[in-house]
């Protein structure tokens, strides 16, 4: 056989269940200068790709005449398909030829139960994470000495196939909703509150918590939007506390605080910290559950809020539709929740991004949430995957919702009489192109459980990153 033509590395997969997975990787191996060849390309339809069998000829000619390695998708839903099951025999008949015991590298995207054969070969784990996988194969190719192409140029199929996955624009204007809130108004004053007694920070800081009030401790004292009357009355009048200066917030904001030594970044900085504790008094108080992520502390619908599987109402303006924020899926509990970041630049306004929390289910117990936060993370990366952009906008939705009751506004409390009131409808704004979407759902499209879905993906479907903001 002409070994010479052999520098294509072809990846077995299962189709459509492995292609979000491919798409990532092919791109990544022809960066670094590998010939690649998939057959997410086949399926493309409509778009000059050869169907049915012209198609699976290709994929047989490839692998036996010009590939130099196999990569082997492997989940146990993977190597039951009968196409992958043929591509591995031919695999196997081509290492022996080519006395090459390293032909197939089986890459490992979920535990899986191996085929006959397959006990020998030493996977590649992509489970945990995908960019370690990829450090790690790019090294094994470099070790197996595998050709690279001295001038890459994609096959046609690539190119149609990146053509037709990739997003078509239309010359109509499209409303794009994003992921900021408005802050609409703020308190008038923030008030230096001297106390009489509490010296350190640490007690201080007991004092706002108890009150559920933003405070921040500074020398011997507090800055905060309340007054001493409001933390005497929510501390039960045991905490004298008094007045010593204000400041009108934009003047805070602008020049700092030059009587208390504060200067303006530093004012800046203590004004995001109180509109974040007043975001997180304000959801403890509507009855949202905290959880704490590696960056930052997310709000979730609980049960006392909402029942699993019960669809929230949302949507005041134009059509009404509703959307989950707890349900059950693969045996587990999944949970919506946001974490919300403030923000003064280029105005003031809370940034969302989307959290979603698992726990386990046992018949006749109540859930218990999954401490592993690896778990955690394979669990959104397996779990949530599906979730198209309809479903995260639906579900923040529903989240500001459920937050901010029967008002337009949802108003944050910084003492008596006092609140950050912000917009209830994230900004949006008007583009002047429409782009082609390629995975239609109905206005209130739900997911179900794995079993029921197909096309089942392992890969994060986040509507504008991996943080899943909305687009």
């Not at 791109?27 to 049915?52: I, M, Q, S, W």
């Not at 470099?142 to 890459?152: G, I, Q, T, Y």
């Not at 906008?393 to 912000?422: D, K």
Request: one cysteine or more; glycine letters at 8%; charged letters at 30%.
């Amino acid at each position: 056989m002409n070994t010479m033509r052999r520098d294509t590395i072809f990846i077995s997969k299962a189709t459509p269940g492995d292609d979000a997975f491919v798409l990532w990787l092919a791109p990544r191996l022809e960066a670094a200068g590998y010939r690649v060849f998939a057959d997410v390309l086949g399926r493309a339809g409509g778009n000059g790709l050869k169907p049915g069998d012209a198609w699976r000829l290709k994929l047989t000619d490839t692998l036996q005449e010009n590939s130099v390695k196999m990569l082997l998708c492997c989940t146990t839903e993977t190597l039951r398909r009968r196409g992958v099951q043929e591509e591995y025999g031919i695999a196997e008949d081509l290492a022996r030829e080519l006395e090459d015991a390293n032909f197939i590298i089986p890459l490992r995207l979920a535990p899986f139960k191996k085929m006959f054969g397959m006990g020998e070969l030493q996977y590649l784990d992509f489970h945990k994470r995908w960019a370690a996988g990829l450090k790690d194969l790019l090294d094994r190719l470099e070790e197996f000495n595998v050709p690279k192409a001295h001038r890459l140029e994609p096959s046609d199929e690539w190119q149609t196939a990146r053509a037709h996955f990739g997003v078509g624009l239309r010359e109509e204007p499209e409303v794009l909703t994003s992921n900021w809130l408005r802050i609409e108004s703020l308190p008038d004053e923030v008030h230096f509150l001297e106390s009489k007694g509490l010296r350190t920070d640490s007690q201080l800081r007991v004092i706002g918590n108890e009150a559920s009030l933003p405070a921040i401790p500074h020398g011997s004292g507090l800055i905060s939007f309340a007054s001493g009357i409001d933390f005497a009355e929510r501390c039960s009048g045991k905490i004298p506390f008094e007045i010593a200066d204000s400041i009108d917030v934009e003047e805070f904001i602008e020049d700092g605080w030059e009587s208390l030594g504060i200067e303006q970044r530093e004012a800046r900085r203590q004004m995001v910290n109180l509109l974040r504790q007043a975001w997180e008094y304000h959801c403890t108080a509507r009855g949202f559950a905290p959880y704490q992520f590696s960056k930052g502390l997310a709000f979730h619908a609980s049960e006392s809020l909402v029942a699993s599987g019960k669809r929230v109402p949302w949507g005041r303006q134009g059509q009404r539709r509703s959307s989950m924020l707890r349900n059950e899926s693969r045996g587990k509990l999944w949970e919506f929740g946001v974490e919300a970041i403030p923000s003064l630049y280029p105005f003031p306004h809370f940034k969302l991004r989307s959290r979603v929390r698992f726990s386990d289910l046992e018949e006749g117990k109540n859930p218990s949430l999954i401490e592993d936060k690896r778990a955690q993370f394979r669990l959104r990366r397996s779990v949530c995957s599906v979730w198209r952009n309809k479903a995260w906008h639906g579900r923040i939705m529903a989240f500001l919702e459920l937050l901010a009751g029967e008002s337009p506004l949802i108003a944050l409390q910084a003492g008596s009489g006092e609140f950050v009131e912000l917009d209830g409808m994230p900004l949006q704004t008007t583009v002047p192109f429409t782009a082609r979407q390629t995975d239609r759902q109905d206005e209130d499209a739900e997911e179900e459980d794995k079993t029921t879905l197909q096309g089942f993906i392992e890969e994060e479907g986040d509507l504008a990153s991996n943080d899943g903001e909305v687009a």
